[in-house]
């Protein structure tokens, strides 16, 4: 595009970029280059987590919406987010004094409740009338 967009407060900052950078696959090898700069597509990525809009209204001035959403798809698939996760949570751990991982890990009552009951089936909503469910299992937003 040639012209420096203005930063969305969602954008990763120069130190959280030379974090995550390192965990962000390249260029496949043997096809087409990559156009795309990956810190663009992980700013897009992160702006629809962060504000919640669908991906096809994502601001044009990142990539398309349907390459930051494939590179998701391709880093959920791959372990990457997890990846991302854990170089952070080790960061943040060794700031803190602590070994990089945790040694033990706290599941609360209302967790164990939950699983008792049945888990998700015991938390879904109940149907108020077959017109409303049939209504929702139509209309589509997108």
């Known amino acids: 595009m040639g012209m420096e967009r203005i930063p969305y407060p969602t954008d ?4 959280q ?3 995550i950078e390192p965990s962000i696959p390249g260029a496949k ?19 629809v987590v962060r ?12 990539p ?4 930051a959403y494939g590179y998701y798809r391709q880093f959920q698939r791959e372990g990457i987010w997890e990846e991302i996760h854990d170089r952070l949570r ?13 040694s033990a890990g706290i599941i609360d009552s209302q967790s164990v409740k939950t699983g008792e009951k049945g888990g998700r089936a015991a938390l879904t ?10 209504m929702s299992s139509w209309i589509r937003w997108d």
């Open 12 to 15: 990763v900052t120069e130190d």
């Open 17 to 19: 970029w030379r974090l």
């Open 29 to 47: 090898t043997g096809g087409r280059p990559r156009e795309t700069e990956m810190r663009e597509a992980i700013n897009a990525i992160l702006y």
């Open 51 to 62: 504000t919640g809009c669908a991906w096809r209204h994502l601001p044009h001035d990142f």
């Open 64 to 67: 398309p919406w349907q390459t």
């Open 90 to 102: 080790a960061q943040v751990r060794r700031k803190a004094g602590k070994k990089p991982t945790p």
């Open 125 to 134: 909503r109940a149907r108020k009338s077959r017109v409303e469910s049939a």
